[in-house]
């Protein structure tokens, strides 16, 4: 079977959506605390293996096989182990995984500097399998919320072209939910934390922007569409970057890199789902209302009283959120006519986004909370108080991001351990490492 442009074409947004993980991991590794960052980017690369090969065994037939329980999810078995796909099916397989994986790592930097890195291993492949899976399959797949399924047609398809519902609504709820769960830092306030290498934070949002052409990209059919989502994905984020960091001019009297880092993925969340459906103009008007949004939004943790750490609810549910709901209003008018309210289209489809939006939230949080609570109670998702003041990278991997600062060096060895002039050694008739 010949190679077809299209074909490459995938590939290659395919590996830049990988891409976007290790992006995710500098940018998350660089706002954890020095003590924490190699844990959090860990979370991340953990979440490549465990959602890649589930993905491959059963999470794409859940995604696209035939309509199971009333269009919630599709047949685990129909294309299990992506038996029988080859050429454009199997690049297209591919290219959804890499969907799969950032959306479960998306939800990790929530929950910074206290969670159990054996727990966050069992929690993505429960959560890739039950939320994200059966969410793609009732957006993307056929399901409940596409035009043929019984919300859909009922009150209409909600458009999410690349993942404002699949991916950062998903991810942000679910990232709210364990923060409850889990619980907020021992000494958790107020400039608490701050971003301890600020240039890591800075190199993973370019890595996002960057892999982020593909992320939209890669299901354009034509190239036009292809064109109008490239510029999209340049000036919406570009827009919302300036409005963060007016934001924060007019706020705290200064902006910061953190901010314009932050407003650059705060902008990208938002045109996600409206990439091929708005203007450049639309994309701007998007832009400059997530930046707002979000920067305000991350604030909204210390009069709600839970710990986000690295700010994913005010970030990818919030941006998520005003780009979802934005398509309603900003919608250019498609091949049938369909319109945002802005453009004559009246408020049908920004009835359908609403719909679909809250759909998504409440099952989300449902799912995702069951999910958390059997965790807890049967491994626990939290480090013990003393290993959260040592630092996860020390207690939950036995190494740190610096050792020439003396954040390496434990005060006293594990148990289990011997440590010398050099790498630790493991006794071997001693108990194991708990």
């Known amino acids: 079977m010949e190679l077809t442009a299209a074909d490459v074409w995938m590939m290659l947004c395919a590996a830049l959506v990988l891409l976007m993980t290790p992006g995710l991991a500098f940018f998350y590794g660089g706002m954890a605390r020095a003590k924490a ?6 979370m991340s690369f953990v979440s490549i293996g465990l959602a890649g090969v589930i993905w491959a065994l059963w999470g794409y037939s859940m995604s696209g096989g035939e309509a199971l329980l009333g269009g919630l999810v599709g047949n685990p078995l129909a294309d299990l182990g992506m038996q029988g796909l080859a050429g454009g099916d199997l690049i ?11 959306t479960v790592a998306l ?18 492949p429960v959560w890739v399998t039950l939320v994200y899976c059966p969410l793609a399959f009732m957006v993307w797949g056929g399901g409940l919320l596409s035009a043929d399924g019984l919300i859909g047609s009922t009150v209409g398809e909600a458009i999410d072209y690349a993942g404002g519902l699949v991916v950062h609504i998903n991810a942000g709820v679910a990232a709210l939910v364990l ?14 934390h701050k971003p301890h290498n600020v240039p890591l934070v800075m190199l993973g949002a370019a890595m996002l922007w960057f892999g982020w052409f593909g992320f939209n990209g890669g299901a354009a059919t034509e190239t036009g569409e292809a064109g109008l989502i490239w510029v999209n994905t340049l000036v919406a984020p570009a827009a919302a970057m300036l409005a963060w960091m ?13 901010g314009a880092a932050s407003g650059v993925v705060a902008g990208l969340v938002a045109i996600t789902p409206a990439c091929a459906n708005v203007s450049p103009l639309g994309a701007i008007a998007i832009g400059v209302l997530a930046g ?15 710990d986000d750490a ?10 998520g959120l005003v780009g979802t709901v934005a398509i309603g209003l900003f919608m250019t008018p498609d091949a049938a006519g369909t319109a945002g309210l802005f453009y004559g289209g009246g408020l049908g489809q920004l009835w359908a986004q609403l719909v679909a939006t809250v759909f998504t939230v409440v099952f989300t949080a449902v799912l995702t909370l069951l999910i958390a609570l059997a965790i807890t109670k049967t491994m626990g998702f939290r480090v013990a108080p003393e290993d959260e003041e040592r630092g996860v990278d020390l207690s939950e991997h036995r190494e740190s991001a610096y050792e020439l600062l003396g954040l390496g060096q434990p005060t006293e060895p594990m148990p289990g351990e011997v440590v010398g002039a050099g790498r630790a050694s493991t006794v071997p008739d001693a108990e194991p490492v708990r």
């Not at 960052?37 to 860990?42: E, Q």
């Not at 297209?92 to 994986?101: L, N």
């Open 107 to 124: 939800i990790s930097g929530a929950v910074a500097d206290r969670t159990k890195f054996g727990s966050w291993s069992v929690f993505v």
């Open 310 to 319: 690295l700010d994913v609810v005010g970030v990818h549910l919030v941006a």
């Open 92 to 102: 297209g397989a591919g290219f959804g995984a890499t969907f799969a994986i950032l």
């Open 246 to 258: 007016f934001t924060e001019r007019i706020r705290d009297g200064r902006p910061t890199s953190v």
């Open 179 to 192: 923060v409850y769960v889990i619980g907020r830092r021992a000494g958790w306030a107020r400039g608490f």
């Open 37 to 42: 960052a190699l844990n959090m980017m860990m």
């Open 292 to 306: 707002v949004a979000a920067a305000l939004a991350v604030g909204l943790k210390w009069h709600f009283g839970y």
